[in-house]
């Protein structure tokens, strides 16, 4: 991979990451493309692809600086200088016990099937057009039949336990960690920038475990230069990531989800029509 690749790379990581379309989906075939997904040596992408999230991360963190800081500062107060009954405790403190919920599931699941994610399955062509479709047609049903009645303020432990249950979906290459999570939201009832604000926050934990514990791994195979690839493909995720969040907070305001479906039926079509004909390897 040489320095211009690894930009675009950081490109489409940043610019879909956070839109419900899979960022892995339009990595991996653009990687299969350019000749940069080794059939041998799998795990070399998977830890690309990991570390770049970081990138994203960084966006993420950035953009809701503000409210991770009233976050953890009310959690720390709240649990522990002040302990307070859970009942008893500010929205800010509860939101931060149902990140803690809903990240346990991916963590335990992620963890036992490290090495499965790391193969040559996850970077299947067919798997990943087969999940862009399935999890297009879920989203869809969650759009026609939510009520998009919850706000932030809203949310239970339960629907911080059933949307990090989707989130482990997002293992599944192809399905989206954003597009499996407000699937999940909506699905609870939640509006639609609520249930894309709780997948943002969400993504925090795993994002950073995954990308660190990748981080490490990929030190093992790569070079200063590689390390300077990744390190350029990772700022440039993190510039477009935050635009992306920007972007679709403000269009689900004032827009429903179908149209990126629509965009996932068409892309799960392309990506079958490329496996199909052995454009990419």
């Known amino acids: 991979m040489n320095i211009y690749q690894g930009l675009f790379m950081g490109l489409i990581q940043g610019l879909t990451e956070f839109l419900p379309i899979s960022s892995t989906a339009h990595l991996t075939i653009a990687g299969k493309l350019l000749g940069l997904v080794s059939p041998e040596h799998p795990e070399q992408w998977t830890a690309f692809i990991a570390v770049i999230q970081l990138g994203t991360l960084a966006a993420v963190l950035l953009y809701f600086l503000r409210d991770i800081l009233e976050i953890s500062i009310s959690f720390l107060y709240e649990n522990v200088f002040h302990p307070t009954a859970f009942k008893n405790q500010s929205n800010h403190a509860r939101l931060g016990w149902y990140v803690i919920i809903g990240s346990v599931p991916v963590a335990t699941v992620g963890l036992a099937l490290k090495r499965v994610i790391e193969g040559p399955f996850t970077k299947s062509l067919f798997v990943i057009a087969g999940s862009v479709i399935f999890f297009a047609l879920i989203l869809a049903y969650a759009e026609v039949s939510a009520r ?102 403000r269009f689900l305001r004032t827009h429903t989800t179908l149209g990126f479906v629509g965009y996932r039926l068409i892309l799960g079509g392309v990506i079958l029509w490329v496996a199909f004909s052995g454009v990419a390897q």
């Open 148 to 249: 998009f009645s919850k706000k932030i303020q809203d949310l239970s432990w339960f629907d911080a336990l059933v949307v990090g249950i989707a989130q482990v979906m997002a293992l599944i290459p192809g399905a989206s960690r954003s597009g499996t999570t407000i699937t999940g939201g909506l699905l609870l009832g939640m509006t639609r920038e609520t249930a894309a604000r709780f997948s943002f926050l969400l993504s925090i934990p795993a994002v950073f475990a995954s990308g660190m514990l990748e981080f490490k791994e990929s030190l093992k195979f790569m070079g200063s230069q590689d390390l300077i690839i990744l390190a350029s493909a990772t700022l440039v995720s993190a510039v477009s990531g935050y635009l992306s969040i920007a972007f679709l907070l």
